[in-house]
């Protein structure tokens, strides 16, 4: 399985981006998909999850204002990005594994993308 993300750049806050991961040698069930950011210096966090029902899992820092969600048709995973803030900045990361479980653990997850970069400014 390979992930490329892309869509990340530069906005002010209040702003809003969407980021897509597109997937190859993807597994057709029984999977979740997510993303995740980090910041130089601190862990991996997650930021949103979907699984290969549909369901998803937002973070508390995000719900309301990120969307998780996927197109099967087209092996991409996507995140709209609304009212971003400044403490959004921070290297965003699409991961996949298998198994269903909407897990936030940075290790449970094999597959990663290389990462797109988010910045926010006040």
């Known amino acids: 399985v390979q992930l490329v993300e892309s869509g990340g750049g530069s906005v002010q806050a209040g702003g809003s981006l969407t980021l897509s991961c597109a997937a190859s040698?993807?597994?057709?069930?029984?999977?979740?998909m997510g993303w995740f950011r980090q910041v130089p210096g601190k862990e991996r966090e997650g930021v949103a999850l979907i699984d290969s029902d549909g369901l998803t899992r937002h973070a508390d820092s995000v719900k309301g204002r990120f969307t998780i969600s996927k197109v099967n048709a087209k092996n991409t995973l996507y995140l709209q990005m609304n009212s971003l803030l400044p403490e959004d900045t921070a290297t965003y990361y699409c991961?996949?594994?298998?198994?269903?479980?909407?897990?936030?653990?940075?290790?449970?997850?094999?597959?990663w993308g290389q990462g797109t970069q988010v910045t926010v400014s006040s």
């Open positions: 040698g993807y597994f057709n069930s029984g999977y979740c």
């Open positions: 991961a996949a594994k298998m198994g269903m479980l909407r897990s936030f653990v940075v290790g449970d997850y094999s597959y």
